[in-house]
């Protein structure tokens, strides 16, 4: 098993900082989502706040595939790591 070098070392420490705040986005975003819905509920302003709340499930998926590429990425570097 190789060492990994400084460069890829730096990738996977980026990497795993992008990956805690992909985490905490994934943790808040459901209670803007709520947020939203209740605003929307309890005034009416459902032409307003029916397309913000679109949007945040649009960011949802977009999360989920950030998600998706940083995990990737990671894998990558591991199994660069091992070969």
Do not use: C, W, Y
Not at 61 to 83: I, T
């Amino acid at each position: 098993m190789s060492r990994a070098n400084k460069r890829d070392t730096a990738i996977r420490h980026a990497l795993e900082a992008i990956s805690v705040e992909i985490a905490v986005v994934k943790m808040e975003l459901p209670l803007v989502k709520l947020r939203i819905e209740q605003a929307r509920d309890r005034t009416g302003l459902n032409d307003l706040l029916s397309p913000a709340l679109d949007k945040a499930g649009e960011m949802g998926l977009a999360l989920k595939e950030a998600e998706r590429q940083v995990s990737v990425a990671l894998e990558g570097l591991v199994k660069d790591d091992v070969a």
